[in-house]
């Protein structure tokens, strides 16, 4: 932390540099930006000659449009802002900027404008647009908070314990079990798994989907238990009739004012909290939450349609994070879960054969081979060579299916799983295309009966 306050803030203003912090969701980005802030808030104050940090949710293409926009209500005429911009007396930090109205053409036009001793504090979920944007700064920093190891572990859980109980908090340390539950690689744990398993104390959770039910029922915390499944259903129809409605994290104020008492609800149990892009803008406390909940929603009349769109949505799907499986999003993970896997995996068969048949020669051979989980990839390169005289891409399509359907039951459930979300971008993005003028113009369904 101290190198990137180092690089934002050094005394040699030329040699400071804008700092692009990319990662996957629950790894820690907005905790390490509050960090930073802080740490930097501290330094100003006791010199006021550093540089201060300036929160700038609302964007802009423009430094001193932004920042007359965030501190002319404090008295800074637009003169003295211009000129402490010359000198580099501020840092504009934009935490969740895929989140927010700040755009890839605003972040270039900022890094690459005339205030070139003012530095750019950013945080992101993994974006090309937004690296290809901090490119054309003269000096750019990528960082990406690593998830925790063996080592960091220890401290983390120190840390919160510390922290818990100057809070009144109760927490622990994880036991095996939930130790193994956050784990999202050999040896990796996620951060924000870890911190949820922390406060549950000597509840028992079977998998990650448990996990957020319990942590979000307990900030619930309702007067009379029978009032949860309530609680969870009137949550999960309003997550659908916004995020899933619309893809965007954020509610406004209209959307809110619809919401009514389950909006007033998450409010106090802290689910919702204020956006940073405006007074009058909520949004969830974690964007995974927002995701578990409408999953929820969604489970009540889910098909194969919703699974596909869930997992292949552009919306969704470039939302993917490490807490859960290794392709799709977050939500489709989080669906499957709330449907059941048994009951999931049999429309997402249903599904599979679908495009097999309607779409399958359209599907480009690569994408099918690629979403082949890799332990089978060689047994279908053998396949595709045996019968190279029949090979169409419908056919291999199909051999996939039909090898996939000889395996033990929960073998075959994980592999059907990770096919689907493998295909499922592709295939939303076939449908998207123009449809060809000609008879020949493929058909891609859009919804089927459960």
């Known amino acids: 932390m101290s190198g990137i306050i180092t690089c934002l803030c050094h005394d040699d203003v030329e040699r400071r540099i804008h700092v692009l912090i990319e990662a996957p969701p629950g790894r820690g980005k907005s905790a390490l930006v509050r960090a930073i802030v802080e740490r930097m808030l501290n330094r100003f104050e006791r010199d006021p000659s550093l540089p201060l940090p300036v929160l700038c949710p609302k964007g802009g293409s423009e430094m001193t449009e932004i920042l007359k926009g965030e501190l002319g209500r404090d008295g800074y005429s637009e003169a003295a802002i211009r000129m402490q911009l010359r000198h580099g007396l501020f840092v504009l930090v934009a935490d969740a900027i895929d989140e927010?109205?700040?755009?890839?053409?605003?972040?270039?036009?900022?890094?690459?404008?005339?205030?070139?001793?003012?530095?750019?504090?950013?945080?992101?979920?993994?974006?090309?647009?937004?690296?290809?944007?901090?490119?054309?700064?003269?000096?750019?920093?990528?960082?990406?908070?690593?998830?925790?190891?063996?080592?960091?572990?220890?401290?983390?859980?120190?840390?919160?314990?510390?922290a818990d109980v100057r809070a009144g908090l109760l927490s622990r340390r994880l036991d095996s079990s939930l130790r193994k539950l956050c784990e999202i690689g050999q040896g990796l744990y996620s951060p924000l798994l870890v911190r949820f398993a922390m406060r549950l104390s000597n509840t028992k959770v079977a998998n990650?989907?448990?996990?957020?039910?319990?942590?979000?029922?307990?900030?619930?915390?309702?007067?009379?238990?029978?009032?949860?499944?309530?609680?969870?259903?009137?949550?999960?129809?309003?997550?659908?009739?916004?995020?899933?409605?619309?893809?965007?994290?954020?509610?406004?104020?209209?959307?809110?004012?619809?919401?009514?008492?389950?909006?007033?609800?998450?409010?106090?149990?802290?689910?919702?909290?204020?956006?940073?892009?405006?007074?009058?803008?909520l949004r969830f406390f974690h964007a995974s939450a927002q995701s578990f909940l409408t999953a929820l929603g969604l489970a009540e009349n889910a098909d194969g349609d919703v699974l596909a769109r869930a997992a292949g949505e552009p919306s969704f799907y470039q939302e993917h994070s490490d807490l859960l499986g290794r392709a799709g999003s977050d939500l489709y993970y989080f669906l499957i879960h709330a449907l059941g896997p048994p009951e999931a995996c049999r429309m997402l068969t249903r599904q599979l054969r679908i495009w097999q048949k309607e779409i399958g020669n359209d599907l480009p051979r690569s994408i099918i081979e690629r979403a082949c989980p890799a332990e089978y990839r060689a047994t279908l390169s053998q396949w595709i060579i045996v019968h190279a005289h029949e090979c169409s891409n419908e056919r291999i399509f199909s051999a996939l299916l039909d090898a996939l359907s000889r395996l033990p039951e929960a073998r075959q459930c994980a592999a059907i799983v990770e096919i689907f979300a493998a295909l499922a971008p592709s295939v939303s993005e076939m449908a998207q295309r123009p449809r060809q003028a000609n008879a020949n113009a493929p058909s891609f369904p859009t919804t089927h009966a459960r």
């Not at 890094?111 to 944007?133: C, D, F, K």
């Not at 900030?219 to 499944?229: E, I, K, T």
């Open 100 to 162: 927010s109205v700040w755009t890839a053409d605003d972040l270039k036009r900022i890094v690459s404008g005339n205030y070139e001793h003012t530095m750019v504090l950013a945080a992101t979920r993994p974006s090309s647009a937004r690296h290809e944007a901090f490119a054309y700064a003269r000096q750019w920093l990528w960082a990406e908070p690593l998830p925790l190891n063996e080592g960091t572990l220890a401290l983390f859980e120190q840390d919160y314990l510390v």
């Open 208 to 281: 990650v989907f448990e996990l957020y039910k319990q942590v979000i029922q307990r900030m619930l915390n309702p007067r009379a238990s029978d009032m949860m499944d309530r609680l969870l259903r009137d949550a999960g129809a309003f997550c659908v009739k916004t995020y899933w409605a619309t893809g965007r994290r954020e509610l406004s104020e209209a959307q809110l004012a619809k919401g009514g008492e389950i909006v007033a609800t998450l409010r106090r149990a802290h689910v919702l909290v204020l956006a940073s892009s405006g007074p009058d803008i």
